[in-house]
């Protein structure tokens, strides 16, 4: 199907601000969270000065945890000279955005410009990908380079284009650099396309191997067993079903968290039918989506940041069926509606991440709010019943950026006070020969000694008159 040029170039410069005002602006208005975004920029850093791009150290000690695809972007980020807080995160938003690139191109050939459009806004803009493609953890690049792969190698296989093949086995390389072989446990749908063109494979392979067989070849010769033992067997094998790594989940978690994931847009999947994946490219989206699910049911270990990497399946679906339900005006207004929830947000998720969304204060949706954006979805379901669904997606996908924008200027200073240690940091830092790091959480350990640079001592064995502590 054809795209007017015009609409081509709005729906082009609606995906860029999206992506700059959903991934990059005030991309540093909260300091690293958490105790994996400290680590990971550390061990980032920590190459960049060191000169030695192999093994990944923390504090000077091997960490063999993960793979150095992350820790390359971070160490990349200080190259060029960003700040501590861009350098860990410009990286892992600039592989998202050229994902999305790749998304819409691969959607575009299997199918037509429309469901690459409608597909593409709808993944840029889910809470899921815009959250991870502005931290630096491991999950994007693992998402980004293993959709990637797996795309490729539909289009390859589906056109026999052997070109492709190989990129797609250049991406699988660069997932098992980003995260390990989670990304080929996930890649089995493939045989079903593939079962019986085994040998069309074979320069993939070999190039995904050229890809990551380096480093852990060199990681091997270095450090010998005990990378081997702490990499593949405790952080491959015994997160699939050790208890003892304290992830453990019941079998429906990833359920909630898939809806969550493509928050706003989940009131779309309503409108699947089985016309949805009547077609090659749906069968094989629908096998992605289910298998990745299986697998990560049945681990016992479960973080919502795994699921990522299934979020282009489902987002491809959603634009499909969008753009063929003939109920979409009412999904697209239900999609508005849940809009009006961002104002909760705001108020929960501060508490949510210092204590657990347990623990937090839900709060109410304001009235006010709702009036708005019920006024704003009438508007919606009017539009797309006209036949505008295009725009009426790309409009709603302006709004939920919108959103995130309200939530980064709303929440941020909220969570580098609450949260972030980089404020505890700026607090102890005049009086840093002096202070020992008192009773603090393991996050803002990690995130004290990131912004320290030299890890504070404990005060349980330095005699220092300063104690950095954070108060209730």
């Known amino acids: 199907m054809s795209f007017p040029t015009t609409q081509a170039v709005v729906a082009g410069a609606l995906l860029l601000s999206c992506f700059y005002f959903g991934y990059l602006f005030h991309i540093t208005g909260v300091g690293l969270l958490g105790p994996d975004e400290p680590r990971y920029a550390s061990i980032g850093r920590e190459m960049e000065e060191s000169g030695d791009w192999i093994t990944p150290r923390l504090w000077g000690e091997p960490w063999f945890e993960k793979p150095p695809l992350l820790y390359w972007l971070t160490a990349l980020g200080f190259k060029a000279g960003l700040s501590q807080d861009a350098a860990p995160r410009a990286g892992v938003a600039v592989l998202s955005g050229g994902f999305l690139a790749l998304f819409w191109r691969c959607l575009r050939r299997r199918t037509d410009a429309r469901i690459a459009w409608l597909s593409t806004l709808i993944l840029g803009s889910t809470t899921g990908w815009v959250a991870f493609s502005q931290v630096c953890a491991t999950d994007l690049p693992l998402a980004a380079a293993f959709g990637a792969g797996m795309l490729l190698a539909f289009e390859g296989l589906e056109e026999n284009r052997p070109s492709a093949l190989r990129w797609a086995g250049a991406a699988f390389g660069l997932s098992v650099l980003a995260k390990g072989l989670v990304g080929l446990a996930l890649a089995l749908p493939l045989l079903w396309l593939a079962w019986r063109r085994w040998r069309d494979f074979a320069w993939p392979v070999l190039i995904g191997l050229a890809v990551a067989a380096p480093w852990y070849g060199l990681m091997v010769l270095r450090h010998g067993r005990l990378f081997v033992d702490d990499f593949f067997l405790k952080h491959h094998l ?235």
Not at 277 to 305: D, H, M, Q, R, Y
Not at 430 to 450: F, K
Request: a positive charge; charged letters at 15%.
């Open 238 to 472: 015994a997160r699939l079903s050790d208890a003892a790594i304290a992830h453990g989940q019941p079998w429906w978690f990833y359920f909630p968290v898939l809806i969550g994931g493509l928050f706003p847009w989940f009131p779309l999947a309503a409108l699947v039918r089985r016309s949805t994946v009547e077609s090659s490219l749906g069968k094989f989206l629908a096998l992605w989506l289910a298998w990745g699910l299986i697998f990560f049911s049945a681990a016992t270990n479960k973080l919502p940041g795994y699921l990522l990497p299934l979020l282009p399946a489902a987002a491809a679906l959603l634009g499909i069926a969008l753009n063929r339900s003939t109920h979409a005006p009412a999904a697209l207004a239900a999609t508005v509606l849940l809009l009006s929830s961002i104002s909760v947000i705001a108020g929960v998720l501060p508490q949510a991440l210092k204590e657990g969304l347990s623990r937090a204060n839900m709060g109410e949706i304001p009235l006010g709010h709702v009036a708005v954006l019920s006024a704003v979805a009438a508007i919606v379901w009017w539009m797309a019943k006209r036949g505008s669904r295009t725009a009426v997606t790309g409009f709603v996908a302006a709004l939920t950026i919108t959103s995130v924008v309200y939530l980064k200027l709303s929440i941020y200073p909220v969570l580098d006070r609450l949260v972030s240690a980089r404020s505890l940091w700026m607090e102890a830092a005049p009086h840093a020969s002096n202070a020992c790091a008192g009773d603090l959480s393991r996050d803002d350990r990690y995130g004290l000694n990131y912004y320290s640079r030299v890890p504070l001592p404990p005060c349980d064995s330095a005699d220092r008159p300063v104690h950095v502590t954070r108060q209730p």
